[in-house]
């Protein structure tokens, strides 16, 4: 047997043997943020739903971090929480915020297209339709 080749099979096993721990944490990786962020949900929607009056900040914030941005307000959130199957519908809202507006009408919430996206006829109605 060739002694480059046994080198050459020698360092490919190495070579594999060293990247497994590196795919494996980050297959791991995700399995445990999936399980800390359903930790963390779990505990501040436990704590939002006991009653107990939250400081605004830490009610931001939690909204904040369930949503995985600063760009959206606490108060949105908890009208998609309320939504059925809220994990996707608030993806949805993240991705698609750009093109939406939150209403606040008389008490009542409300999440409609933005009128830059109705005037450009993008909304699925009519174009120039308000």
Partial sequence: MNIELIIKVVLAAVAVIGLWPILYGIIAGKK??????YRF???FLDDLAS???MHPY????????????????????QYILT??????????FVLARS????LETAGDLKI??????????LAGGEKGST
């Fill in 32 to 37: 445990i943020r999936l399980r800390e962020e």
């Fill in 58 to 77: 830490a009610l931001e914030k939690g909204c904040q971090a369930i949503a995985g941005t600063t760009a959206i307000k606490a108060i949105e959130v």
């Fill in 112 to 121: 409609t297209f933005s009128k830059n996206t109705r005037i450009l006829g």
């Fill in 83 to 92: 939504l059925e199957n809220p994990a996707s519908c608030l993806r949805d």
């Fill in 51 to 53: 009653g107990r009056q």
């Fill in 41 to 43: 949900a779990k505990e």
């Fill in 99 to 102: 093109y939406l507006e939150h």
